[in-house]
């Protein structure tokens, strides 16, 4: 039997549905959704197999233009996973169609792209009539010579089964990568502080979730099955502290309830989940920060 694998970067602006579609492909769910920009921070692995072939997808953050430390170390991220991957796939929003945003990832990827195959996958097409897909597929083509176009809806599924087929087929013949049941590849505790960084940043408003920082510091193996997660939450103001806990308590409760539940599911087992927030005005410029987010702090200096 000859077997095939490779890397499958997917990339796209902020918000484009690149975890959305990794989770699907994998068929759980590894990388957290929100509806915010700028929810991926670093690049996740997800695993799927599809006949003989094993597809390492890696998430990326959203493509932008970058103005701190955080952005350019999660842009850098972003396009290193595309020049390491043997197929890169762009995912563009249907309903926002070309943005700027988009023209300018189209112009860094005649460098990236170069020597591998390229495709496009137009994402949300539940959101807008078939017929501006069409002329949105064209104008795009017009722009790069990429091998294929998809249409999808990494929500619905719509399309992913066709996506998942090609490229099973355009990775590279060799042995697989991982074992046939890993399906990430990110460690345990890494995982579960973004479970928790999810919830926050749904349940928080405008620059606070881009502010913060979810560590796993402690995780307890208990006799009875169980585990014992301790994760800190880093802030840089006192007063983000008091929106995280919210009156009596309550956000940091209710976050703490949805992320163990989660978890629990995931792990298929029971979680006691203990959160904490810390005030540290400079983790934005803190090396060990970044390591632990899996991201290159060099990758932030200008
Ligand atoms: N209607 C619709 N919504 C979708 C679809 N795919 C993703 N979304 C939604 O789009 C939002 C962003 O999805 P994500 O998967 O977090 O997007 P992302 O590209 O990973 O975003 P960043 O990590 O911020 O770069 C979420 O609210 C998703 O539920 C789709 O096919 N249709
Ligand atoms: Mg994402």
Do not use: C
Not at 114 to 128: E, M, P, S, T, Y
Not at 212 to 230: H, M, Q
């Amino acid at each position: 039997m000859s077997t095939r694998a490779g890397f499958v970067a997917l990339i796209g602006e902020p918000n484009a549905g690149k975890s959305t579609l990794l989770n699907r492909m994998v068929g759980a769910k590894v990388s957290i959704v929100t509806h915010k920009v700028q929810t991926t921070r670093a690049r996740i692995r997800g695993v799927a197999m599809e006949g003989d072939s094993q597809i390492v997808f890696v998430d990326t953050p959203g493509l932008f233009q970058p103005r701190r430390r955080l952005d350019r170390a999660m842009v850098a991220a972003a396009w290193g996973g595309a020049a390491d991957a043997d197929v890169v796939v762009l995912l563009i929003e249907a309903q926002r169609g070309l943005t700027e945003g988009v023209e300018r990832i189209l112009e860094g990827l005649q460098d990236i792209g170069q020597g591998r195959k390229v495709a496009l996958a137009i994402n949300k097409i539940d959101r807008v009539q078939a017929e501006v897909l069409l002329g949105l597929s064209q104008k795009l083509n017009d722009l790069y010579p990429f091998v294929e176009t998809f249409m999808i809806s990494a929500e619905k599924g719509h399309g992913v089964e066709a996506l998942r087929h090609w490229l099973a087929s355009e990775v590279p013949e060799g042995p697989w990568l991982y074992p046939e049941d890993q399906i990430a590849d990110l460690p345990m505790r890494m995982i579960a502080a973004e479970m928790t960084r999810e919830k926050l940043t749904l349940r928080l408003h405008q620059e606070l979730p881009y502010q913060l920082t979810v560590e796993t510091e402690a995780w307890e193996e208990r006799k009875d099955g169980s585990a014992k997660i301790d994760q800190l939450i880093y802030v840089v103001r006192d007063g983000h502290k008091g929106i995280v806990l919210g009156n009596k308590g309550e956000t940091i409760k209710a976050v703490s309830k949805a992320a163990r539940e989660e978890l629990e599911e995931f792990l298929g087992r029971k979680i006691h989940l203990f959160l904490q927030v810390k005030v540290r005005p400079n983790w934005l410029d803190e090396a060990e920060r970044y390591s632990e987010m899996g991201l290159d702090f060099k990758d932030g200096n200008t």
